[in-house]
């Protein structure tokens, strides 16, 4: 890998070269990016900045919102809603889409966020992110409403994160593999630091908030009792376990090392499919996951395939380590 090769240099060299992404792309990909530095700003100064804290507000899911939450929400929407590239926006922290203001161009693309993923450790200093995901707007439809959003994962024309830990690190795909590209705070830019990331199909090491335990379904139970009976289980290997509860640096850690991440339906809210949001968490985690050779489930189907019937839609999710994903999407029954 040749060294020195920034963000806006790797766009434009796919953009030439591949010609993977239109010029509009290439745009939107560089605000999200500038939008990221200025929230790793403001995460950067906690305490100093005042943004720690709660907002005494609440989203449309019923989450009390911390300051964070809504600063990062806003640096995004701030950032995109100029340039013209997009038709609408849509958020965690915002009931409904945000479609681009008629004093500004309008654009062809819908960028969906999680503005502040892991929203529990902002206040503890633990590693949080932004998540993001980018459809086009379907073609003929006027203007833009909420159903534009509603489109399978597999229609992602790019998709990644920023997560703000020890450096802050932001992993994109445009669908030729999965890069990553590392702040260089003295620069003010984000340099590529890693091409074509890859996931091992096999993992000892699993993630899943284990006190939700009692509340599983029998597949998943099964599965990590196995995990746990280590040696001399079924699985005759130990297993590792690490849960940050920032979806963003579990993700990151697969992403890297490899391991598998849970997060399934439980007991606790029947009703509910899961806990994460399908279209800015799961969608664009597994396309990343993909991308690097990894699988993401529902527990038995394919996240990507899953057609959304609302926006803020939540889902059971799988991902990582393509074996394992396997093997306890094999558990369930099938539907
Ligand atoms: O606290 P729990 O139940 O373990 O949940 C942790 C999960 O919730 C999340 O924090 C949800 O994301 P938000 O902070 O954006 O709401 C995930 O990042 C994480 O995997
Ligand atoms: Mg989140
Ligand atoms: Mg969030």
Redo the contacts with the bound molecule.
């Keep these: 890998m040749p060294k020195s090769i920034s963000l806006t240099r790797y766009l434009i060299e796919q953009q030439r070269a591949d010609g993977l992404i239109p010029g509009q792309l290439r745009l939107l990909l560089e605000v999200v990016a500038r939008a990221c530095k200025g929230i790793s700003q403001a995460v950067n100064k906690g305490a100093l900045g005042n943004v720690l804290g709660s907002a005494e507000s609440e989203n449309v899911q019923g989450?009390v919102q911390k300051k964070l939450d809504i600063i990062a929400n806003e640096v995004l929407i701030e950032a995109n809603e100029w340039g013209g590239h997009l038709a609408a926006m849509a958020s965690?922290e915002m009931d409904s889409i945000y479609v681009v203001p008629n004093r500004y161009p309008q654009g062809e693309y819908l960028l969906l966020f999680?503005p502040?993923?892991?929203?529990?450790n902002i206040d503890v200093n633990v590693s949080i992110g932004t998540i993001f995901s980018v459809l086009k707007k379907p073609e003929g439809s006027p203007g833009v409403q909420e159903a534009d959003f509603l489109q399978a994962g597999s229609k992602q024309v790019a998709a990644g994160y920023c997560i703000y830990g020890p450096q802050t690190t932001l992993v994109l795909t445009v669908g030729n593999g999965v890069a990553m590209f590392t702040l260089d705070r003295e620069q003010g830019s984000f340099m590529l630091t890693q091409e074509d990331i890859q996931i091992p199909a096999d993992t000892k090491e699993f993630a899943v908030?284990m006190s939700n335990m009692r509340h599983w379904d029998a597949p998943v139970k099964r599965y990590i009792d196995e995990c746990l009976a280590g040696k001399d289980g079924p699985r005759g290997k130990d297993f590792n376990m690490r849960?940050i509860?920032?979806?963003?640096a579990?993700v990151h850690r697969i992403l890297m090392r490899g391991g598998v991440f849970l997060?399934p339906w439980d007991k606790r809210e029947p009703e509910k499919a899961g806990?994460?949001r399908l279209m800015y968490?799961a969608n664009p985690m597994s396309w990343l996951v993909e991308q690097a050779g990894g699988a993401a489930t529902n527990g038995r189907q394919r996240i990507l395939d899953l057609e959304p019937g609302k926006l803020h839609e939540r889902v059971a999710v799988v991902l990582g380590s393509r074996n394992e994903v396997e093997r306890l999407t094999g558990y369930h029954e099938p539907l």
């Design positions: 989450e965690e999680d502040l993923d892991g929203s529990s908030n849960w509860a920032s979806m963003v579990d997060y806990k994460l968490e």
